[in-house]
């Protein structure tokens, strides 16, 4: 699994992991292709409260149920809504490719149309499912398409963090810098500011709960306030459940069809 | 004794000198134009207050909008590249949220196949081969959210819209997107319009104006004073009145850190008007005192100038004050301060003028009167001669009032009121010309919000409720000035029909309300939920539904509401209430309480000064007599503005406050005469002859320097300005004329002050 930072699952073998790092003197780099490469669970199951708050405080929350599984070159990821009850069981598919000159396969399946269409974005600034997240920022992003500078070590939320700044190589990329605070030893990134193209603060990410499951240190809640908008999404991943072998037939568009059981 | 009149008066015009010095420094330091209109409105008035909130939910902003116009068809390399620059240029303003710009660049292009959806920008790579042009032109052809809104249909207009905030607007920021936009010229043609740009240019414009026009106004009315007083200094210190009172009036608002509105600016000219009286009236009075006593002392020229004249000064001040006080029933803010401090320049003017000018007498000597050539005895003056004229065509004046009277009243009933903004531009303005240009090929510049408010969360998503909708919708487009609308409903057809293969036969509201739900939600995962923000709230309670106008008149407004309102009960049966919100309908909202407060107003300080002029002279007759002037003139007022087609505006209204200001200070001046005559002479034609030769004539002076310093304003290059010059010279010369033809016969008639005396 290479997603780095949200939703998904953020994993590490501790044990090896901070043995190794000893006198080695790492570089930027180094450190957020641990967060990207580190181990990872195959599979996870787990139920996602979304929590989209606008400027005016009203909420829209929404359930739901999403498997994913790592199949090395591809990782798929199935997801049906719970709730509101008049979106139960739509459901949305997406296979995302280690290629990155290779687009994403998404599909969706909406049961009131009893149609599934395959949707075809290009965009990886798009906002994912009209949150503040785009797809780049749920961890779709190569470490080499940026340039990484240690900008300081500090404590955050008790914890030893490199403060890493992000520097796009591709002028034209949606932000103009990140800066990420990457836990030592855990290597999961806590928090993380974004800069838009113009250079002004957009955007921070904040994990406010993570765990460790089986081994694997799981980003349990996340938040991402959008300081422009005046926008926040909240995810929280409930009842988690890694490697337990979930079957290839789940991500098919029988199962979308299927809906929750 | 002499000499401490003469000690007293040098300090009287030193304290004037150093008041007046002082209050330039404090208007230098605090002294501020209020250019965002916003300002002007009620915040508390439950209009106001909804339609501010509307505005946050659904973040409603005015929008600059820049179109570029290529005569050739806008889909090629060079406009299209330009689209996209202006749009990017727009975004990095710092002004400008990079998400408040919207083009052809920025706008998604939901489309769909039998098995796919595909969510794509028209471009970002700028297309230059013919194919791709020829897609991206079919592409949006094909998409009625972007077709006709932000390229027109006949496909040789775009536009590029910048929504900002009210009061970020600035002139240099105008500029700033002018001279950006601009750099894009030729071949393609640029406009940039919109209403921020016209708010500004108008809070900037009108001001400006203002502070050009008024120093030729005052030299003037420098030259008529000069022709009608004959003196340097009586023109000098008669001037100095009206320019130290506005002066001292900036300076206290300065001081109590109250902005310059558009509105405030008009009371220099309230002053002038009003201001040049009192020193005519005195210096009349004092040029024919030294008539008749040429060797007279200048302690008892002033004594003589004071003790007759001071009462109705003092009166016709305290009158205009009332007027200008009754302003303060007005809900509007800037007009409640155009109240207070006109009433208090009066205030000040008055005191100048009973303290200045005899002070200045006492150390700068006598006015000298340059004599006239020929000039006659009072007995064989103009005055008498006309006097006895005016009593000879006792019938013809009241046949001629009553005409007048009448033909007014039918065109009053003609007015009507505007709260257009745009409306205060020359026709062939660059400002109305863009606007023209835009509402010729785009839905139109004026937006006009309704808010439908349910009770229970998903009422918005119901079938029915968005059928509803549109229906209101396409009613509300049949009339001929609305050009377009846009609600949830178009986006749910939209999805409908996209999600159906492009059929057309699904361009409609489904009937399935999960589908709705799921719609939306698809958007929201593939669109851009901003979209969806601006026309539904969270809970989908609430909708916005925009109509864009193609102009920004209240008729054009009301109009639309009124086919609105049609929809009231079918909405009300799903719990829907129906609000309004935007600057438009504030701006309506604005002109129709500005009005209500004026009339209010009118009528109110109509009633006082019957009361104040039944105390002063102590017979209701009077009181009632008095007002006949300040009456027809009003009346008159609004029937030619009603013949004219000239709307009552936020500007035009305001006349009606001089129309009483000025009208009653004639009444007043002209019955004090009459009464003081009546009671030496007691005899009706000496005292009428006597009257006019005194009161009569410092009234058409006044009249004459008023009248002529405001018909310069009729050659301002701000329509408003030159309404009001036109219509406040009317109002004098209409007041002037009431006084010493109708009131002054009614007067006659009446044998008030002569009813106990035997003639």
Known sequence: ?261 | MKEKLLKFSWLVLIAILLITVASVLVMKKYSRLETNLDKYMPENHPAFVYSNKAEKWFHIKDAVVIAIENKSGVFNYSTLKKIKDITKKLQRMKEIKRTDVTSLYTADNIVSSEGSLDVKKFYKRVPKDKESLENLKKEVENNEMIFGRLVSRDETVAIILARIDNDIFTQEFYNRILSMAKEYEGPEKIYVAGRPIVEGTLAYLMPKDMKRMVPIVVFVIIIVLLLVLRSFKSTFFTLMVVLISTLWTFGLMAALHIPIYAVTTMIPVMLIAIGVAYGIHLYNHLQLFIKENPNASKKEAVHDMLSEMWKPVLMTAITTMVGFISLLTSQVYPVKYFGVFAAFGVFIALTLSLGMIPASIYVFGMPGFKKQAGEESPEKSFYFRATDRIIKAKPIILIITILVVGISIYGISKVWISSSFLAKFEKNSDIRKTDRFINEHFGGTTTLNVILEGKDKDTIKKPEVLRTILEMQKEVEKLPLVGSSFSLGDFIKRMNKVMHADREEYDTIPDNQNLIAQYLLLYEMSGDPENLARVADYKYKKANVTFQLKSDDSKALKEAIAVIEKFKDKLKKEGIEIHYAGSGYKALVFTDLLLEGQIKSLLLSLVIVVILLTIMFKKFSIGLIGAIPITITTIVTFGVMGLLNIPLSSTTALISSIAIGIGIDYAIHFIDRYRIYAARTGNKELTSRLTMYHSGRAIFYNALVVIAGFMVLVFSVFPPNRTLGALVSMNMLVSFLGTITIMFIILYIKNTYFKRRKV
């Open chain 1, 1 to 261: 699994m290479r997603k780095a930072i949200a939703l998904t699952l953020m994993v590490i073998f501790i044990g090896a992991g901070s043995l190794l790092m000893g006198g080695e003197k790492l570089t930027g780099l180094d450190i957020m292709k641990k967060v990207y490469y580190r181990p990872s669970p195959k599979d996870m199951t787990a139920e996602l409260v979304m929590t989209l708050i606008n400027s005016n405080g009203d909420k829209r929350v929404r359930k739901i149920r999403q498997y994913i599984k790592d199949y090395g070159k591809v990782e798929k990821k199935i997801m049906f809504f719970i709730a509101p009850a008049d979106v139960r069981n739509t459901s949305f598919m997406n296979w995302s490719y280690d290629d990155p000159n290779k687009d994403d396969d998404q599909w969706i399946y909406l049961p009131a149309l009893k149609k599934i269409k395959r949707i075809s974005s290009e965009d990886k600034s798009d906002y994912f499912m009209g949150s503040d997240f785009t797809y780049d920022d749920l961890g779709n992003r190569l470490p080499e398409e940026d340039n990484h500078k240690i900008i300081r070590e500090e404590k955050l939320n008790g914890e030893d963090c490199y403060v890493i700044e992000n520097t796009p190589k591709d002028p034209d990329y949606m932000y103009s810098k990140t800066i990420t605070w990457v836990v030592k030893g855990k290597w999961i990134g806590i928090k993380r500011k974004f800069y838009d193209e113009d250079g002004e603060f957009l955007k921070e990410l904040t994990a406010e709960k993570y765990e460790n499951i089986k081994g694997y240190w799981i980003l349990a809640r996340v938040k991402m306030h959008n300081v422009q908008k005046d926008h926040t999404t909240v995810m929280e991943l409930k009842n988690i459940k890694v490697d337990t072998g979930i079957p290839d037939r789940m991500f098919t568009e029988r199962m979308m069809k299927r809906g929750v059981r």
